[in-house]
């Protein structure tokens, strides 16, 4: 009898993967004590990740209440700084609850999940972020009916949810979509879930801290914040720095998200040292309200010299800016050649681009400064191949 690698169809889909130009790498980066590349590839928006204060109320919170939750918030992983924090992010956001969970994708999960059985349609724009994507199809393994409309289209939407045959109605969204940067109108949105008796649930990921007067994010911004029928999640590990997510709403979401969400029940709270940091960091935020600002400006000043040199580069509504390659081979070596000039972005190609388009996406970020900002433009206008680089892959459909 043959030796039998139930494995093997792995290393032909690798090789398929390499082939089409797919092939992804995990590359370790150097600690913050050593020289860095300009960093126009994380989600760090405010430089909070490194601040002295910040790592310090990380080390604090350790100190005083372990390196680990040790259990299930439910169990043992909740403490007083937990509830701090929560109380800190939904004051911030202007609505009356939050609540912690592990990480932006497991709110996402745990909050769809637990709104979305059989009596309750979603209704998702085309390119949410895979987090919410996810979360439609537990959904509607669950028997939810999930419907979808075109990206940015607040007619369909609508459409959508009035064709919808189940009795509760949840509409999803990204606040800023994480490819290319554009902002949902989320006030339209908003109208819409009013006139059909739905709910909103916003990702705002990408907008806290980002978004908004102050950065107090993308439902404040649309005079949103504690509006009935409305929630949001948002992560702690992009503006703020540190690690987790929450889910902010009304108090009656909260308190069923505790006693139903799956991803907050069976998964270990998050390390007081991720919300320490994400504390201390908000009260940052809160004390130099002027970051926000100067990050959306540093990110339309990228976008505008960009543009001025002949490239395809986005108009932001927040911190990302995307610049279409002519194709995914020519984007992963336009990349590799900022990388080695000393400049980190981003490079997403088909099947994470909801288009299929590959690009060069740049998360700027307020603690550049000018000279920073000016080696990056220039990197990245330099760096760019000349010459054809093979037909992109044809549109992924990102929703499932």
């Known amino acids: 009898m043959g030796e039998h690698d139930p494995f093997a169809r792995l290393r ?47 080390a604090a919170a350790a100190r005083r209440w372990g390196a680990g939750a040790t259990g299930s918030r439910l169990v043992t992983g909740d403490t007083l700084l937990h509830r701090e924090l929560e109380e800190e992010l939904a004051d911030f956001c202007g609505t009356e609850s939050a609540l912690v969970f592990s990480s932006g994708y497991t709110a996402n999960l745990g909050v769809v999940a637990a709104l979305a059985d059989g009596s309750a349609a979603l209704v998702c724009d085309r390119r949410n972020h895979a987090s919410l994507i996810d979360a439609a199809r537990l959904a509607k393994a ?53 006139e059909h008796g739905a709910a909103l649930l916003v990702d705002d990921a990408h907008g806290l801290g980002v978004v908004g007067e102050g950065g107090t994010g993308a439902l404040t911004a649309a005079g949103l914040g504690g509006a009935p029928g409305t929630a949001a999640t948002v992560t702690l590990s992009k503006a ?21 969400a799956r991803t907050f029940i069976f998964d270990t709270g998050l390390a007081p040292p991720a919300a320490g940091a994400a504390l201390e960091a908000l009260r940052l935020l809160r004390a130099e309200p002027d970051r926000p600002r100067r990050l959306r400006a540093l990110a339309r000043r990228i976008s505008a010299e960009l543009s001025g040199a002949g490239l395809a580069a986005t108009a932001p509504d927040a911190a990302v800016v995307s610049v279409l390659a002519d194709s995914r081979r020519q984007a992963v070596a336009w990349a590799e050649a900022c990388r080695a000039a000393g400049v980190a972005v981003g490079c997403f190609r088909p099947p994470s681009v909801p288009d299929g388009r ?43």
């Open 12 to 58: 032909a889909a690798a090789g398929e993967r390499a082939a089409a130009g797919l092939t992804r790498r995990l590359r370790p980066r150097g600690p913050r004590s050593a020289p860095q590349a300009v960093d126009l590839a994380g989600n760090d928006y405010l430089g909070f990740a490194g601040h002295p204060a910040v790592a310090e109320a990380a």
């Open 358 to 400: 590959s690009r060069l996406r740049l998360t700027v970020r307020a603690d550049l400064t000018d000279a920073q900002v000016d080696r990056a433009l220039q990197t990245v206008v330099d760096s760019r191949p000349r010459g054809p680089g093979g037909p992109d892959l044809p549109r992924a459909d990102r929703s499932g």
């Open 142 to 194: 669950s028997g939810a009916q999930v419907l979808l409309f075109d990206h940015a289209d607040t007619a369909m939407a609508g459409a959508a949810l009035s064709g919808a045959a189940r009795e509760h109605r949840i509409l999803l969204s990204d606040t800023v979509f994480s490819v290319d940067g554009d902002l949902a109108d989320t006030a339209a949105l908003a109208r819409v879930c009013a």
């Open 240 to 260: 703020l720095g540190a690690q987790g997510g929450a889910v902010l709403g009304p108090q009656p979401l909260i308190r069923h998200l505790v006693e139903t």
